[in-house]
């Protein structure tokens, strides 16, 4: 069965850059979610779409910006990266309209490392 | 605002035995969902188990069963005959309403001894 994919698996950034993360979303799954997993942290929630809209938002910091496209996937835009940005940025989806909304599949993440 | 607490760090179980994950939250709203999540070495992040808090009976999934204590606002996760890959950290998660909006606990890391 096909999974959520994320786009690059790793990346690595000076301080300063921008990086942007890609999630492609189970086939039919119309809301998408990242969250940030810091190191020894549990995944703090980013941000939601559903239906190409946002839907929660959660602490993005105002450096970030998401949004999703007319396909489904979604990307996450990231300035002026910071060392603190360091982290595993997850994307999960889900079927935002019937009673699975919360049964999220996650993809294996992207690593992203600001140097 | 919603909080969810694990207090155990660390647990460790024989391989074939059972153990006890705990967690806790704390919230004054009446709808929402209490989930398991296993993370395994890979770090991805695997549905384990999820809890309507609106049902009374505990969750079940094959090994894997909770106890809901509703008013005690208590989550705790069993599982059973562990096995060698059961190894991981494993967070417990809430989520408001039907929301994919989750707020995870710290974690517990889970050692299998063989």
């Known amino acids: 069965a096909a999974g959520v994919i994320q786009s690059p698996r790793h990346l690595i950034k000076e301080k300063r850059e921008t990086a942007t993360l890609k999630c492609y979303p189970i086939?039919?799954?119309?809301?998408v979610y990242w969250y940030q997993q810091g190191p020894g942290q549990d995944p703090q929630f980013l941000i939601s779409?559903?239906?190409?809209?946002?839907?929660d938002k959660g602490s993005i910091p105002d450096r970030f910006s998401a949004q999703q496209f007319s396909d489904y996937h979604s990307e996450l835009n990231m300035s002026s990266l910071e060392l603190g940005d360091s982290a595993l940025y997850f994307c999960?989806?889900?079927?935002?309209?019937?009673?699975?909304?919360?049964?999220?599949?996650f993809g294996a993440g992207s690593r992203l490392t600001v140097l | 605002a919603q909080t969810v607490t694990q207090s155990q760090p660390e647990m460790s179980v024989q391989e074939a035995e059972t153990v006890t994950l705990s967690c806790t939250y704390d919230?004054?709203?009446?709808?929402?969902?209490l989930f398991w999540y296993k993370q395994p070495p890979s770090r991805q992040m695997i549905l384990v188990i999820r809890?309507?808090?609106?049902?009374?009976q505990n969750a079940t999934e094959n090994r894997f069963s909770v106890n809901f204590q509703k008013a005690a606002k208590s989550f705790s996760l069993k599982i059973s005959d562990s096995q060698l890959g059961d190894a991981a950290m494993y967070f417990c998660?809430?989520?408001?309403?039907?929301?994919?909006?989750?707020?995870f606990g710290q974690g517990t890391t889970l050692q299998v001894k063989p």
């Open positions: 998660a809430y989520g408001s309403g039907n929301t994919g909006k989750l707020i």
């Open positions: 919230t004054s709203e009446s709808d929402y969902y």
């Open positions: 779409f559903y239906e190409k809209m946002q839907s």
């Open positions: 809890q309507e808090a609106y049902k009374q």
């Open positions: 086939p039919r799954h119309d809301t």
């Open positions: 999960a989806s889900s079927l935002g309209a019937n009673s699975g909304a919360n049964v999220l599949t």
